[in-house]
């Protein structure tokens, strides 16, 4: 069921090891560049956050793993842009036209970026559908983890946290369903809550009895519990 | 159904990273379908103009101004926009605080979500898989590697950010700090420390 992004809770990773807090933001000129073509790309119009996301998470494990972090974003933008029809293989292969593009009128300017960055692209929406929960509430995650909507689709219920036996510590209102929004079938926003998960609830081996993890879980993949 | 072809386009680029973005900003230079001096102006924002400096500020006014920590608690967005503090990745934020009981740490197991108008774009060890596969089920192993052991009476709370939420720690004020005005306080407040991966530093 699970896509290699999903690892949460992976054996084997080794350190993490932190950095300078002065160091540099870009460590290499081609991380900043990566990061902001595919900001610009998303100004054209041709799809949201979820879509992007999938695009990353769809890589082949192969790709995913040998591919440092910019490198999936740039692989992810030009499997998009020609899954979109915004570019052809023959332009990624160097044999396109140079003709201006269709969308180039939708091209973000320099005097457009801190407004697109100030703007941002907020999740939260009306919606029909009323909270079934409240803070203290008992729920428990769906089990497996996964798309209910799509085979494979995107979701964001981790799958170390499916099953699990949590309780409501906030709600955040509606937002989109990232279930939905990622294959084109609309918003679809429904209730969004901050989960609490005793850690013992999730590990086999948890460090600390009252450890705990919280996660940001739609209605939909809650039941009560 | 999700493309799970294997005739990947991104194939078709060449294969060192450097040349694979200058490839892709040339093609997309050329058909008019984005400006070189934007992406410019965008590494230029998150180089120099919004950074850890702007959580920290948050921060040190939380430690000193009840009134503003009574509003963070409320509703953070509407917060920390009224210090300058919004948009991208930064939509809906809550702050989560720091006590004796509890530490805060943050996490995005299934991608790379952080704060970005607080604290910019997240540093290497974030993003990486050791990070995000193992602060949900060892923090206190994660804490070790940046120097960090709480006691034993202190439990962690890790926050895996599954939404478009957007998480901020407000790290306990240190001791000895009773003095201090606001920007001597925020010196104190280190990026890691609103990430939950260090501790504000004593002066």
């Given at each position: 069921m699970t896509r290699v992004h999903d690892m949460g809770g992976r054996y084997g990773d080794g350190a993490v090891v932190p950095e300078d807090e002065d160091g540099p933001v870009f460590p290499q000129d081609w991380h900043g560049r990566a990061l902001a073509v595919t900001l610009a790309c998303g100004s054209l119009g041709q799809w949201n956050i979820d879509i992007s996301r999938h695009a990353r998470e769809r890589l082949s494990p192969q790709d995913y793993t040998r591919f440092s972090y910019y490198e999936k974003w740039m692989a992810g933008l030009a499997d998009l842009l020609v899954e979109k029809g915004v570019l052809t293989a023959e332009d990624l292969s160097g044999g396109g036209s140079d003709a201006r593009h269709p969308l180039a009128d939708r091209v973000m300017t320099p005097e457009a970026v801190a407004r697109t960055l100030v703007n941002g692209g907020p999740a939260d929406r009306d919606s029909n559908i009323a909270p079934l929960f409240e803070p203290g509430d008992a729920v428990r995650t769906a089990?497996?983890?996964?798309?209910r909507l799509v085979d494979g689709g995107h979701t964001r219920l981790p799958a170390y946290a499916a099953g699990a036996k949590g309780r409501i510590v906030r709600l955040h209102g509606c937002h989109v369903l990232p279930d939905s929004s990622a294959h084109g079938l609309g918003e679809a926003p429904e209730p969004l809550y901050s989960v609490v998960f005793a850690a013992s609830e999730l590990w086999t081996d948890p460090e600390h009895p009252r450890d705990e993890v919280v996660l940001d879980l739609w209605q939909s993949y809650l039941e009560p519990a | 159904m999700p493309h799970d072809d294997h005739d990947h386009p991104h194939a078709l680029l060449p294969p060192d990273p450097a040349l694979r973005v200058k490839a892709l900003e040339t093609i997309l230079t050329r058909k008019g379908l984005i400006d070189p001096a934007a992406l410019d102006e965008i590494i230029d924002t998150y180089e120099n103009?919004?950074?850890p400096k702007n959580g920290a500020q948050v921060v040190a006014r939380a430690w000193s101004d009840p009134g503003f920590l009574e509003a963070l608690r409320a509703d953070a967005t509407a917060a920390v926009k009224d210090m300058g503090f919004y948009g991208r990745q930064g939509e809906h934020m809550v702050a989560v605080e720091n006590t004796p009981e509890v530490h805060n740490m943050v996490v995005c197991t299934l991608c790379s979500c952080y704060p970005w108008p607080l604290l910019g774009i997240p540093p290497g060890w974030y993003k990486s898989d050791a990070y995000r596969a193992r602060a949900v089920r060892e923090p206190r192993k994660v804490l070790a590697e940046f120097g960090v052991t709480l006691p034993d009476e202190t439990a962690v709370r890790v926050w895996?950010?599954?939404?478009?939420v957007r998480y901020l720690v407000i790290p306990m004020r240190p001791e000895?700090?009773?003095?201090?005005?606001r920007d001597a306080l925020a010196a104190l407040v280190s990026r890691d420390s609103m990430i939950g991966t260090g501790l504000a530093v004593a002066p």
């Open positions: 089990r497996p983890a996964g798309n | 103009k919004i950074g895996d950010s599954t939404a478009e000895g700090t009773a003095g201090l005005d």
